[in-house]
């Protein structure tokens, strides 16, 4: 069954929201004050580097979203970018954000 356009933009939204949430989490702990011990400055540098990496890839995906929820404004929605076609629900379930069917996505 095919899943209201209404729908999958109320999801959108709410992971956006989420996404931002977590961005600002992140660049909190990343402006924290440094711990004066090497040992500690060491292990939260190699945390940090894994927060940038996590913000990294949340800023990619909120990008994402948001181009998504353009295309749903534009009347684009589930239309591949790169050749036209219609992107499948199953396609459009397991990553609502995509711009290209399954073949273009390869």
Not at 12 to 29: C, G, H, N, P, V
């Amino acid at each position: 069954m095919k899943r209201p356009v209404a729908e999958r933009k109320l999801a959108l939204q709410a992971q956006l929201a989420i996404l931002k949430a977590r961005l600002q989490s992140i660049e909190r702990d990343l402006e924290a004050e440094p711990d004066r011990d090497w040992e500690d400055a060491a292990i939260e540098r190699e945390d940090d580097e894994v927060l940038e990496e996590t913000g990294l890839v949340s800023q990619r995906e909120l990008r994402q979203i948001e181009a998504a929820l353009n295309r749903i404004e534009a009347n684009d929605y589930g239309i591949c970018l790169r050749c036209g076609a219609e992107i499948s629900e199953a396609r459009l379930d397991i990553l609502p954000h995509t711009a290209f069917c399954k073949e273009c996505a390869k």
